[in-house]
């Protein structure tokens, strides 16, 4: 099954690691050297079959973005 997004941000990136709780689960991702984290539930990442290695595409939502310069 094919999807179209309305999100612009699609980068992908490949699984380094998943650290799960009771029902959260951080998915740690390397997006071409850059590091990015998406906090999920543990039975989404079970659905997606995530597991370190796997090749993602991380689809950012950026609704509220914060830009701060040093003084």
Same mark, same amino acid.
């Given at each position: 099954?094919?999807? +179209?997004? @309305?999100?612009?941000?699609? #980068?992908?990136? +490949?699984?380094?690691? #998943?650290? +799960?709780?009771?029902?959260?689960?951080?998915?740690?991702?390397?997006?071409?050297?850059? +590091?990015?984290?998406? @906090? #999920?539930?543990?039975?989404?990442? =079970?659905?997606?079959?995530?597991?370190?290695? @796997?090749?993602?595409?991380?689809? #950012?939502? =950026? @609704?509220?973005?914060?830009? =701060?310069?040093?003084?």
């Amino acid at each position: 099954m094919t999807m +179209r997004l @309305s999100a612009r941000n699609k #980068i992908p990136a +490949r699984v380094t690691g #998943i650290t +799960r709780g009771e029902a959260t689960a951080n998915v740690t991702m390397d997006a071409g050297g850059v +590091r990015l984290v998406a @906090s #999920i539930t543990v039975e989404a990442a =079970a659905e997606l079959g995530l597991a370190e290695g @796997s090749e993602v595409t991380a689809v #950012i939502k =950026a @609704s509220d973005v914060i830009v =701060a310069v040093p003084d």
